[in-house]
């Protein structure tokens, strides 16, 4: 074959690092999301047990680390992101004991765990809470969270106009021993997730005590939760913009940095925030082995996020703007180059996801007819995504994804091609959400069904008994873990495929030239000695000549004369020959 000298197309972007650098640059991430993971106890609902039982499949996909959402205990108001005790296993998901046998299975197959921490908020059960409800207005106990007095005649009205996020005002009224109305308690989420206040020293040094609870028992590091959120503007002023961690604003279209998907507004986002996470990285630095903290802040432009991850803060933070940038080559493409912009100004990695617990997954979300767009959650009665088209997207994105530099987080399920499921019944919904908007928003009980890991168990392997809290649609049996491991071209064989060359090539600590000249609605770059294109528009494009494909996210074409042709929403890795 002849070879072509590209260089003259190529734009540097972010160069390459070492290979040597933290684990966390570099790491593919799994999200595991206990409750629909595996079950071993035979309730229907996953637990740490599971967890341990299936982490060979996570050591056969590739990846490097392990992070588990909340399993800790809570009355799952909002499915363990209402923590009643920081330091235990709620009883759904085993015991301590389970948690120290899965970390060691964990490490001994090479892989980190990262745990969820979630310092916004308690549960209403948290002992905190339930102290401050009992010893009145004005007591140390309330100091821990944010009561105040509400507004109007006998403060019948809620002390600012915040809205939950969930929907709904985020205040709700006590009622004092004597049965008369009392103070209100500020919740950003659900009425039994009360914010705690931050400006208190007892609520700093808890949560450090947490953090070395966790790091003494072997964690690698910890997932925060709205890591933005926890410092509120002083005197918590009145705000009218509209608040929404998860869908952002569809109509506004990416711009420099900007997809619409940051939280803004007087809760969100404050200087504050930055002495905590300054605070933490001290204490994890007391600790051997590069333990690590990743934010989850709902924060633009990037340049404002990438102040998470200073040097003396914390180490990742998840890059929501392209998670939430539309099908749209240009679109993407300034937002990759505005990440590596902003992240490298600080000298972190990127972080980038496609799909967690709390968006309809890529694979649904792609199949929609404004690919992209982001509803919260998707019922009967509602557009439905194209499952075909949504699933050749998906895979296309996340070879994309697996091909930039930086570190990647996956969702359970995602390595399967799996789609959100988008006719569940109304009345099996669980999401708070959902509740709290009258049901105008579905939620997101779609994208957190129980995993399919065989094709012809009840169940579809998932547990035991065969049962599972959220029905699974029965198309998913083609999803299965089984029906897709050893078959050449599965989702499942090409995500591993991909770890394996991601890792063999170097590209999570590699760099980014753009390469030009193959149209606009093509992504195409160089990472290292590999070439990455991603062809989002209608028609195929020629692969450069001299290129040898690598992998591809489905069969590629050919032209007449023999040479690659790029299909249609289909990203393929090639390396050049000479
Ligand atoms: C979590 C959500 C949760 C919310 C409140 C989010 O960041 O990812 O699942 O509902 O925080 O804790």
Request: proline fraction near 7%; charge should be negative; include cysteine.
């Amino acid at each position: 074959m002849t070879t072509i000298d590209t260089r003259p197309l190529r734009t540097l972007v972010h160069t390459a690092g070492s290979p040597e650098g933290e684990w966390w640059r570099d790491a593919v991430i799994y999200q595991v999301y206990p409750r629909s993971f595996a079950d071993a106890s035979g309730d229907g609902i996953g637990d740490l047990p599971g967890v341990t039982a299936r982490l060979d499949h996570l050591a056969e996909l590739g990846v490097d680390a392990v992070w588990l959402s909340p399993f800790y205990r809570s009355p799952q108001a909002d499915a363990g992101y209402d923590v009643a005790d920081y330091r235990d296993v709620d009883p759904l998901f085993g015991t301590l004991a389970d948690f120290d046998e899965m970390l060691e299975r964990a490490h001994r197959l090479g892989l980190r765990v990262i745990v969820d921490l979630v310092p916004n908020h308690t549960s209403d059960e948290h002992v905190w809470f339930q102290a401050a409800l009992a010893a009145g207005a004005g007591s140390p106990e309330r100091a821990r969270y944010l009561f105040r007095e509400g507004r109007g005649v006998d403060g019948t009205e809620p002390p600012n106009n915040w809205q939950s996020i969930f929907g709904g005002p985020a205040w709700t009224r006590t009622t004092d021993p004597d049965g008369t109305p009392g103070e209100w308690y500020l919740h950003l989420f659900d009425s039994r997730q009360p914010d705690l206040d931050w400006e208190h020293p007892e609520v700093r040094s808890e949560f450090e005590d947490v953090l070395r609870f966790w790091l003494d028992r072997g964690v690698d590091g910890f997932r925060i939760d709205v890591a933005h959120g926890m410092v509120k503007a002083p005197g918590l002023p009145d705000w009218d913009g509209h608040v929404s961690m998860i869908d952002g604003s569809d109509d506004v279209e990416p711009t420099d940095t900007v997809s619409g998907s940051g939280n803004q507004g007087p809760m969100f986002d404050q200087e504050g925030v930055h002495d905590i996470y300054r605070a933490w990285n001290r204490v994890l630095a007391e600790y051997p082995g590069d333990r690590a903290l990743v934010a989850e802040a709902w924060v633009e432009p990037l340049s404002r996020l990438s102040r998470y991850v200073r040097s003396d803060e914390m180490h990742q933070a998840f890059n929501f703007a392209f998670l939430a940038t539309h099908w749209h080559a240009p679109a993407l493409r300034t937002v990759v180059e505005a990440s590596y912009r902003a992240s490298d100004a600080v000298g972190a990695p990127t972080t980038w996801v496609l799909s967690n617990h709390d968006v309809v997954r890529h694979a649904s979300r792609l199949g929609l007819a404004e690919p992209g767009s982001r509803p919260n959650g998707i019922g009967r009665g509602d557009e439905q995504p194209d499952e075909a088209l949504g699933l050749q997207r998906a895979r296309c994105a996340s070879l994309l994804m697996l091909g930039l530099p930086g570190s990647a987080y996956l969702y359970q399920g995602e390595e399967l091609g799996l789609p959100d499921h988008t006719s569940l019944d109304d009345d099996l919904r669980q999401d708070p959400a959902f509740f709290r908007t009258g049901g105008a928003e579905r939620g997101r009980d779609g994208c957190r069904v129980p995993l399919p890991w065989s094709a012809t168990e009840d169940g579809f392997g998932f547990s035991p008994s065969g049962v599972t809290w959220l029905p699974q649609p029965e198309e998913w049996a083609s999803y299965a873990l089984d029906a897709q491991r050893g078959v050449p071209g599965s989702t499942y064989e090409t995500y591993r495929a991909a770890l394996q060359l991601r890792r063999e090539s170097g590209l999570g600590s590699g760099g980014l030239e753009w390469l030009r000249g193959l149209g606009d609605d093509v992504i195409a770059f160089v990472n290292r000695d590999v070439l990455v294109v991603a062809n989002l528009g209608t028609g195929p494009v020629p692969l450069p000549a001299g290129a040898e494909i690598l992998l591809a996210s489905i069969d590629p074409a050919f032209a007449d004369d023999g040479s690659v042709l790029v299909p249609s929403d289909a990203t393929i890795w090639a390396r050049y020959t000479d």
